[in-house]
Each structure stands twice: as C-alpha cells, then as structure tokens.
C-alpha cells in the first residue's frame, strides 16, 4: 500500500496475482488516479518434478538452479555447504545491499556461478536464467509466526523458472 500511496512519480508500474487486482484497482480509486491493466501470460509452461528421497547436491544441483530457503542464515549455510561440494552459488535475500545483489546476480548471468541461492525476494521481479526452481523449505517466519507458504507465495517464486528465450519450460522442485 506505501508504494502505491506514498511515491512520488507520475507513473507507477504495478505487478499483482489476478486475486490481488480488485484490491490495487480500489486503493488507486480511492487515491483518485487513473490505472491501465496489462496483463501477462506466460509464455513457457512450468512443470513439477519430485526429486528424490536421497537428495545430494554433488548429483541433484544443476546449473540453473535457484535453491530457495527463507532465511539470510539459511541461504549461507546452503551456499557454504554447496562450496564444499565444490558448486558455486550467488546468494539474494531481502537485507542484502543492493549493489551487493546485483553483484550475485551478474555473477550467475555470466555463468561464473552455476547456482542461486535465494529467500523469497527472488520473486521480486528478479529476471534470472534460471531453469528450474527448489524449494528447500516451505515454510518462513513472516515476522510474527512460522507458517507453511501462501500458495501465491509459491507461485510468484515458481514463476522464476523457465525465462523465455532461454529454456524451454520452468521446472519447480521441492
């Protein structure tokens, strides 16, 4: 609501789920501005695949893939293991410096890591070659209790799998 309500700019670009856009579409009426609706579809199909029991990261990782967990200490302690087993990783959560993310992102787009390492703020409208998305946990602390995720929370970061041009599909894993 801050970023709709509180910017200052003559334009105001907005990306929502198809539940949240009666909602959006009120706040800026009550603000008494005008609105365009744009909608997007995604132009390549995103697939479950269940991995298996004995997951490893030497065997399973793969280059392209975004290990999603819900937690700064998680994402390092991932990234860490992931160095160990001799695999490269950027790492993006929410409360890293922003030159400091775009940093890791560069570093996976030019292939100098195979991986990313990543809480929810890659679904943040982060545009990463990434083919297939893991969900290593599925449940986050939300800054009042641990609760399993919404399932926009899951579609929105599954969407980062499969960028056109690039893959063929988006896998999404857990």
Do not use: W
Request: aromatic residues 6%.
């Amino acid at each position: 609501v801050k970023a709709i309500m509180g910017v200052l700019s003559r334009e105001v670009h907005l990306c929502t789920a198809p539940e949240g856009l009666n909602l959006i579409k009120q706040i800026i009426n009550d603000c008494g501005d005008d609105y365009e609706v744009i909608e997007h579809k995604r132009t390549t199909p995103l697939t479950y695949s269940l991995l298996s029991q004995d997951f490893n990261f030497k065997t399973d990782v793969k280059k392209g893939d975004a290990l999603v967990v819900f937690s700064r200490k998680s994402v390092l302690m991932l990234a860490a293991e992931l160095e160990r087993e001799g695999i490269k990783a950027s790492v993006i959560y929410g409360a890293l410096p922003y030159d400091t993310r775009k940093m890791q992102m560069e570093r996976f787009i030019k292939g100098e890591t195979e991986v990313v390492v990543a809480t929810d703020a890659i679904g943040m409208g982060l545009n990463l070659p990434i083919k297939r998305i893991i969900f290593m946990e599925v449940e986050k602390f939300d800054g009042e209790t641990k609760r399993i995720l919404y399932r926009s929370e899951i579609k929105q970061i599954a969407g980062r799998a499969g960028r056109r041009g690039i893959y063929d599909e988006g896998i999404v894993s857990s």
